[in-house]
């Protein structure tokens, strides 16, 4: 059994909208990557797949969104520090 083209096509996109996640660095970037990723979210998991294929891309969608929190929280500490260490 091959790779759809469909598949393919939303695991290119998802190491795509994983390129922006991983270079964000402000939470303006953070939040373009999330409206990017529920693009992504949107035209994937709303098509005609197989279930087999639905499970693959829930699987992806999750790992998202724990590097996305893990992100955030990065970014959140970040900010603080720099003001702890300004002042």
Do not use: P
């Amino acid at each position: 059994m091959g790779v759809s083209i469909n598949m393919k096509s939303a695991l290119n996109d998802y190491k795509w909208v994983v390129r922006i996640l991983n270079s964000s660095e402000t939470k303006e970037h953070l939040e373009c990557t999330e409206k990017c990723f529920n693009l992504w979210d949107n035209k994937y998991l709303s098509s005609e797949i197989t279930v087999l294929e639905k499970r693959f891309l829930r699987r992806l969608r999750n790992s998202f969104w724990s590097s996305y929190h893990q992100k955030r929280i990065f970014i959140i500490f970040k900010k603080k520090l720099i003001s702890v260490v300004k002042n």
